[in-house]
């Protein structure tokens, strides 16, 4: 795929390229995912490219489905989409597509399901044997059924999928579920998940220079502190020293935590770690319980290793 003639004037080759959907929910993850890895730009209307501006990058503003093929040809260096999108396009490509994915980001999450009228016929993914499934994304569906050994018929719809067994185009669907809401309005149930997504960086096969691989590890080791940090709590407890292995115990996804004895007191001493796992209030009553006292959870909002 050639690139795209508009981006050739004003792209110079330096920069490394990223491209990012220009609306919506991913393109709004996205955008926060890289300002939090520093990055200072501005997104302008409908432009279709956003300069960093204290960085060598350029931000290519395109429609999700154009990503994989972007980053594939070397259009872009690298991108942000969608594991459904991605998968969709690589399996509708003509050419196997030369890009990896290199990270996994955590937002933008959603499952591809497979859903019918809720107590109809279809109630498992065996009973759709012989019948029509309407979907957007008939490539996945279609492994999915060549995979299980279910002959059934994939009915290609743009938009509006969940309408299908009402207007009487397909008894089921095939279509991205987050909430369930959109479902539930239509008077459809989940049976069946497909595919677990999430946004991904997806990098080309191409080989970067010298130049642009020195701001992509840049940007990856700004990235991996972002998203380490995004569950992590930084933790604050005075403790006794006797239950100072319960307590290392308990913490969740940490570290040897740090003690610091306590001035005035020799029984007692200050923990601190950084927990990157989920902190529950379980976890805090477990704490208190076993002698924890002043118990304090941060957030953070970085994180480099």
């Keep these: 795929m050639a690139s795209p003639p508009y981006f050739?004037?004003?792209?110079?080759?330096?920069?490394?390229?990223?491209?990012?959907?220009?609306?919506?929910?991913?393109?709004?993850?996205?955008?926060?995912?890289?300002?939090?890895?520093?990055?200072?730009?501005?997104?302008?209307?409908?432009?279709?490219?956003?300069?960093?501006?204290?960085?060598?990058?350029?931000?290519?503003?395109?429609?999700?489905?154009?990503?994989?093929?972007?980053?594939?040809?070397g259009a872009s260096d690298i991108g942000i989409v969608g594991e459904n999108v991605l998968k969709e396009d690589m399996l509708n490509a003509k050419d196997p597509m030369s890009l990896t994915i290199e990270r996994r980001l955590g937002f933008s999450r959603c499952n591809l399901c497979l859903a019918s009228i809720d107590g109809g016929n279809i109630q498992t993914p065996k009973d759709l044997e012989g019948t029509k499934i309407a979907t957007s994304y008939p490539g996945i569906l279609g492994q999915y059924l060549?995979?299980?050994?279910?002959?059934?018929?994939c009915i290609e719809m743009k938009g509006?999928?969940?309408?299908?067994?009402?207007?009487?185009?397909?008894?089921?669907?095939?279509?991205?579920?987050?909430?369930?809401?959109?479902?539930?309005?239509?008077?459809?149930?989940?049976?069946?998940?497909?595919l677990k997504s999430e946004a991904v960086l997806i990098k080309t096969g191409q080989e970067l220079s010298k130049e642009k691989q020195e701001i992509y590890d840049q940007l990856i080791s700004r990235l991996d502190g972002v998203i380490r940090s995004k569950d992590s709590k930084y933790i604050m407890l005075n403790a006794p020293k006797s239950q100072i292995e319960t307590i290392s115990k308990i913490l969740p996804g940490s570290d040897a935590p740090t003690i610091i004895p306590l001035a005035g007191n020799d029984d007692l001493v200050a923990v601190q770690a950084v927990c990157t796992e989920n902190v529950f209030w379980e976890t805090l009553e477990a704490l208190k319980k076993a002698g924890a006292r002043s118990i304090l959870v941060l957030p953070i909002e970085k994180m480099m290793g």
């Design 146 to 153: 060549s995979d299980n050994n279910i002959n059934a018929e």
């Design 8 to 73: 050739k004037v004003n792209i110079m080759t330096e920069r490394l390229r990223i491209a990012v959907q220009k609306k919506g929910r991913l393109a709004d993850e996205s955008f926060s995912a890289l300002k939090k890895c520093g990055l200072r730009f501005t997104i302008r209307g409908d432009g279709l490219l956003a300069r960093v501006k204290n960085l060598p990058i350029d931000l290519l503003l395109v429609r999700d489905d154009d990503i994989p093929n972007f980053v594939s040809s």
């Design 160 to 194: 509006a999928v969940e309408l299908a067994p009402r207007i009487g185009v397909a008894p089921s669907i095939c279509d991205l579920v987050s909430s369930g809401a959109t479902l539930e309005a239509n008077g459809l149930q989940a049976f069946a998940t497909i």
